[in-house]
């Protein structure tokens, strides 16, 4: 399994427990909350993948003149 299907799974969890805890404490509903935390964090999720995806694909593609220290300075943070 790819280290990007792992982060998106953790970060999965995280969302769903916070959605769902700060929903059931607006609405006093388990269903409500429930339904709430099922919903928004999955789409969340997906997006957050694609996000990942897309930012690799920006950090591959060779620096144009003058972004060569921005290229190193994100480098430092992967």
């Known amino acids: 399994m790819s280290l990007d299907l792992i982060k998106t799974g ?3 969890s995280i969302h769903l ?3 769902f805890t700060v929903a059931y404490l ?3 509903s388990v ?3 429930g339904g709430i935390a ?3 964090p ?3 999720a997906v997006a957050f993948f694609f996000h990942e ?3 690799k694909k920006i950090q591959a593609r060779p620096p144009r003149e003058g972004a060569r220290q921005w ?7 992967a």
């Open 42 to 44: 999955m789409i969340n």
């Open 71 to 77: 290229m190193r300075d994100q480098a430092a943070f």
């Open 10 to 12: 953790t970060y999965l």
């Open 31 to 33: 269903a409500l909350a």
């Open 53 to 55: 995806q897309a930012w």
């Open 26 to 28: 607006m609405t006093g």
């Open 17 to 19: 427990t916070v959605g």
């Open 38 to 40: 099922l919903i928004e």
